[in-house]
């Protein structure tokens, strides 16, 4: 029996020492790993991590971190209005354009859902507040579908529970 443990024991060491630190096992093949990565290309919302020119994964970085520098005694949508006046010279074309403005939300919706996965919540309700104001300065600014901004839509999620946020990132 001490014996049959030991082995057993032996075993799980081995097979532990046969993965990453992120629990994925080394020995598998690199087309499997390609296959899998290739499952993860695009999510439901349209982003292709792999296309593009990277314009809205660089507005959206300074968006946020022109969002994450301004003083947190302000509130959340001062700190916005901050972020937006920052990054408004320098991706001016974003600011412009529906089409770009989605592409940067569709980048924030992908981050938001890996955060989730990842269980890191606030990031993801960060991501979320992100989303929502690009949404509504799209309709008050360039669609003009609404006359104001609804900020009761940007904080909805803010201390929602873990399932009303993984239902707004679906």
């Known amino acids: 029996a001490k014996a049959k443990a030991k082995a057993k024991e032996e075993e799980t060491e081995e097979r532990n020492n046969e993965t990453t630190t992120n629990g994925r096992d080394i020995s598998e093949s690199v087309e499997a790993q390609t296959r899998r990565m290739q499952s993860y290309t695009k999510c439901k919302h349209g982003y292709d991590p792999f296309s593009g ?8 970085t300074a968006f946020s971190d022109a969002f994450c520098e301004t003083d947190e005694d302000y509130p959340i949508d001062t700190r916005l209005l901050v972020a937006e006046e920052v990054t408004m010279d320098r991706y001016a074309d974003m600011w412009d354009d529906s089409t770009k403005m989605e592409m940067a939300i569709s980048y924030l919706l992908f981050m938001g859902t890996q955060a989730i996965l990842a269980g890191k919540y606030n990031y993801a309700r960060g991501d ?6 690009f949404e509504q300065y799209m309709a ?5 579908t609404q006359a104001l901004f609804r900020t ?12 009303t946020l993984v239902t707004f990132f679906r």
């Open 128 to 133: 979320d507040v992100f989303v929502r104001y």
């Open 53 to 60: 020119d990277g314009i809205g994964i660089a507005f959206a």
């Open 152 to 163: 009761n839509k940007l904080f909805e999620t803010q201390d929602a529970d873990l399932h």
């Open 140 to 144: 008050v600014e360039l669609q003009q």
